[in-house]
T-cell receptor
Framework: AQSVSQHNHHVILSEAASLELGCNYS??????LFWYVQYPGQHLQLLLK??????LVKGIKGFEAEFIKSKFSFNLRKPSVQWSDTAEYFC???????????FGKGTHLIIQP | GAGVSQSPSNKVTEKGKDVELRCDPI?????LYWYRQSLGQGLEFLIY????????KSGLPSDRFSAERTGGSVSTLTIQRTQQEDSAVYLC?????????????FGPGTRLTVL
């Protein structure tokens, strides 16, 4: 069975700091990769996705992620975080067919003003 | 336009009772997914519908769980004889199709508490 690992469960940063959240997956075949965000009191929203092509993908709100196939990784980055980025971040993997998304455990990000 | 809606938003029930959770997908979306979000297990995939059929039910935690979808739209997740470990947020998502390249849009969830 495939699994998704997020290395940090809790991250605390100051505003303007750079962010990198790690994500590794175990499935060896073709996968589609996603980062979702859940702001306090809100539902899951898609930040960005990778299906094919350029391994560096850009999402909303200045986020980007890089797919490194040899490392089975899809790390999320943002050069300068804001207080409003405080949220729970989830990495997810999907194969084709009838599978749903396999999520990591999530990273709780707190940005201190 | 309207997103995925779920009802009720909160449900408190007693152990042993049956509950029904409802999901209204985005209009025109043929694929529908149910997930469960709990503290111990994180986000787990439960079941997927393409139209009215569910090709794979193996993600359902036990035979107390069942789901149906009628008219290619609304879906109901039913939990019979609820147990305390069923307490979680149940999320529904829909997408334009069930294929690989479709983004899933999530609803706000139903928070189920089993006393």
């Amino acid at each position: 069975a495939q699994s998704v690992s997020q290395h940090n469960h809790h991250v605390i940063l100051s505003e303007a700091a750079s962010l990198e959240l790690g994500c590794n997956y175990s499935y060896g075949g073709t996968v589609n990769l996603f980062w979702y965000v859940q702001y306090p009191g809100q539902h899951l929203q898609l930040l960005l996705k990778y299906f094919s092509g350029d391994p560096l993908v850009k999402g909303i709100k200045g986020f980007e992620a890089e797919f490194i196939k040899s490392k089975f990784s899809f790390n999320l980055r943002k050069p300068s975080v804001q207080w409003s980025d405080t949220a729970e971040y989830f990495c997810a993997v999907k194969r084709g067919g009838a599978d749903g998304l396999t999520f990591g455990k999530g990273t709780h990000l707190i940005i201190q003003p | 336009g309207a997103g995925v809606s779920q009802s009720p938003s909160n449900k408190v029930t007693e152990k042993g009772k049956d509950v029904e959770l409802r999901c209204d997908p985005i209009s025109g979306h043929t694929a529908l997914y149910w997930y469960r979000q709990s503290l111990g297990q994180g986000l787990e995939f439960l079941i997927y519908f393409q139209g009215n059929s569910a090709p794979d039910k193996s993600g359902l935690p036990s035979d107390r769980f069942s789901a149906e979808r009628t008219g290619g739209s609304v879906s109901t997740l039913t939990i019979q004889r609820t147990q305390q470990e069923d307490s979680a947020v149940y999320l529904c998502a829909s997408s334009p199709g069930g294929g690989t390249y479709n983004e899933q849009f999530f609803g706000p969830g139903t928070r189920l508490t089993v006393l």
